[in-house]
């Protein structure tokens, strides 16, 4: 007997959803959806979703709350819990707190700061699940996540994104939407420091385009210019950053340029988890869990220049569906359980 189960992750950019049937990986989805312009889109999105497949239970995480096509964030809670109860009219629907567990809809409406930006802690849940005691780095289009894991639960300092972001618990940064002037204000080109243009001329999507460590279909955000992800498209928008061009400085001082940017992310996320495990004592011999689009090429250089000896992926332990969609993954893993459970009651 088929039972399906949901897990929805809901952006400010992307919304993701994993489906389980009978505890087992199904289906899954990936849509860039930004709400700051397309709020409408996450409902068609979801009908699309709804009609392909008619889930027993649906789990909803989110952090596109913070998109400022909502004047707060309750209201970003609120609206999207409105939209997500209502295409799943029909379906016993939970939404994840940061206390870790599943709420109706009706507490979810009365508490909406519970809900805000809570997808990381279901990650969490996710790594300690295998990994009791680690440190887990989640690397997304966007930002990064720091979470150290006790006992099988997130432990962090900081539990909503203004409190992780002093706790350096959250970075903001990640692998596509990020623009590189935020990472540093000068790169060397022919040994000589050059000044950077404060436009949004290119973002890190770009970088990695460049140095062939992101491929073309995983370019899921718009680019600066509205032009394509080619490999030379991605060289023209880097060079504007310092106010040049393909023509003038050549593909290789673009490459080197390139690599500057990467080494910048790099060291920022190297000194996060370096602040995240001096406060809490987490040595170079635990466990380091990284996950996300940006696991590799972000995450696990990151872990190994703070010099963590065991960096595992976290698509080793649960498939690549896993690490590209964690906490959707985990939501539906956890309200599979749950009706699981409930059925055998």
Not at 181 to 189: A, E
Not at 248 to 269: M, N, S, T
Not at 273 to 299: F, K, Q
């Amino acid at each position: 007997m088929q039972m399906f189960s949901l897990g929805l992750d809901v952006g400010g950019a992307n919304t993701k959803a994993v489906l389980f049937d009978n505890g087992k990986l199904e289906k899954h989805w990936l849509e860039y959806i930004p709400l700051w312009k397309n709020l409408k889109g996450l409902k068609e999105f979801l009908e699309n979703v709804r009609q392909s497949v008619r889930p027993r239970v649906v789990g909803v995480t989110m952090s596109g709350e913070l998109s400022d096509v909502f004047e707060s964030k309750r209201e970003g809670v609120r609206r999207i819990v409105g939209v997500v109860s209502d295409v799943f009219s029909g379906e016993k629907v939970y939404y994840f707190s940061l206390k870790g567990n599943l709420v109706s809809e009706r507490k979810a409406l009365e508490s909406p700061y519970l809900l805000s930006a809570s997808n990381w802690v279901s990650s969490g849940l996710l790594a300690g699940r295998e990994y009791p005691e680690c440190l887990l780095i989640d690397v997304g289009s966007t930002t990064t996540d720091l979470v150290p894991i006790n006992g099988g639960k997130p432990d962090p300092s900081g539990w909503s994104d203004y409190e992780r972001l002093q706790t350096k618990e959250l970075i903001y940064t990640g692998i596509l939407r990020t623009p590189p002037p935020f990472l540093k204000s000068k790169v060397t080109v022919d040994g000589k420091q050059v000044g950077i243009s404060y436009e949004y001329f290119a973002n890190m999507a770009d970088v990695y385009r460049v140095l062939g460590l992101l491929a073309e279909e995983d370019y899921t955000c718009e680019t600066p210019d509205g032009r394509g992800m080619g490999k030379e498209e991605c060289m023209r928008r880097l060079a504007r950053l310092i106010c040049s061009d393909l023509e003038e400085l050549g593909e290789e001082k673009i490459i080197d340029i390139a690599e500057d940017f990467r080494r910048a992310q790099i060291l920022q996320v190297k000194e996060g988890i370096l602040e995240v495990a001096n406060s809490h004592d987490v040595d170079n011999s635990t466990p380091v869990i990284v996950t996300g689009m940006g696991d590799d090429i972000l995450g696990k250089k990151a872990a190994e220049a703070a010099g963590f000896e065991e960096i595992i992926r976290m698509s080793s332990v649960y498939g690549e569906v896993a690490s590209l969609m964690t906490p959707a993954f985990s939501l539906g893993l956890l309200v599979s359980e749950e009706a699981l459970n409930e059925g055998r009651d």
